[in-house]
């Protein structure tokens, strides 16, 4: 199994960004797929998962967007409106949980390297 994270970078506040897992060795749309998120010196926290409904964290709800295209075994994390304090490693995992909001990191099997968001102000 493996997850693939891209399209971190560098941007200021105020603007968007789209992050993409690729996932090889399982088949997405069978998991819970989940992007979470980490801060220097901060605990991994959970940004948004998607199975057949989409969860959000507080913090990010109606700024992200979680998606998923199932042709390409691909989901996607579109971030707007991004804010200095949404700056973290971001990673996508994937989770055999079903049916409920995954938040918890200890019930995600499957962890792809994380991708590089940091916004200036």
């Known amino acids: 199994v493996q997850l693939q994270a891209s399209g971190g970078g560098l941007v200021q506040a105020g603007d968007s960004l789209r992050l993409s897992c690729a996932a090889s060795g399982l088949t997405a749309s069978s998991y819970s797929m989940g992007w979470f998120r980490q801060a220097p010196g901060k605990e991994r926290e959970f940004v948004a998962s998607i199975e057949w409904r989409t969860y959000y964290a507080d913090s990010v709800k109606g700024r992200f967007t979680i998606s998923r295209d199932n042709a390409k075994n691909t989901v996607y994390l579109q971030m707007n409106s991004l804010k200095p304090e949404d700056t973290a490693v971001y990673y996508c995992?994937?989770?055999?949980?079903?049916?409920?909001?995954?938040?918890?990191?200890?019930?995600?099997?499957?962890w792809g390297q994380g991708t590089q968001v940091t916004v200036s102000s």
């Open positions: 995992a994937a989770s055999p949980k079903w049916g409920t909001k995954v938040t918890d990191k200890h019930e995600y099997d499957n």
